[in-house]
């Protein structure tokens, strides 16, 4: 069974939020596991385990989190091993423009320098999932159809 993991870093709770709302639109493909740990609940081994990673941080000075950060630097050990693995992202952040979009490339570029297929968005948040504080209902409903279109497109390569 191909699996996912969506791991996030969260202070407010926010981030966790968006996390559960991911993971419950990932959870409505048939066939795919799906995983929610807090960052500090994961080691650069754990990404070896799954066909799809997705990772959310709030926005701290337009950019992720320093515990997303130092994941996504501990995990150079992987380094080619991650090639072809599925990829997203998703931030949270406290003013509309607080730098969610920079902080969602960020992250999403460092999965790309892994080699891994990231899916874009073509209606809503192009990059991504993002919130203001807590995320609204709109915020919600992108959140999980994010996970349902990343579980969709990691079982057709991987199911």
Do not use: Q, W
């Not at 701290?60 to 992987?78: R, W």
């Not at 902080?103 to 892994?114: E, F, G, N, P």
């Not at 349902?148 to 057709?156: F, H, N, P, Q």
């Amino acid at each position: 069974m191909p699996g996912m993991l969506i791991t996030y870093y969260t202070r407010s709770g926010n981030t966790e939020t968006m996390a559960e709302l991911v993971a419950e639109g990932a959870r409505g493909v048939d066939g795919i596991g799906v995983e929610v740990r807090s960052v500090d609940m994961v080691a650069p081994d754990d990404l070896l385990g799954f066909d799809a990673i997705i990772i959310g941080s709030p926005v701290y000075f337009g950019t992720m989190a320093a515990e997303i950060k130092k994941l996504i630097d501990d995990s150079v050990v992987h380094f080619t091993k991650l090639d072809g693995k599925v990829g997203g992202a998703f931030t949270s952040s406290g003013g509309a423009h607080g730098g969610n979009e920079t902080t969602v490339l960020d992250i999403l570029k460092a999965l790309m320098v892994h080699g891994m297929i990231v899916k874009g968005v073509s209606a809503g948040a192009h990059y991504g999932p993002v919130a203001v504080g807590a995320p609204d209902d709109d915020e919600a409903e992108e959140c999980r159809r994010y996970g349902y279109d990343v579980a969709e497109l990691t079982m057709k390569l991987f199911g």
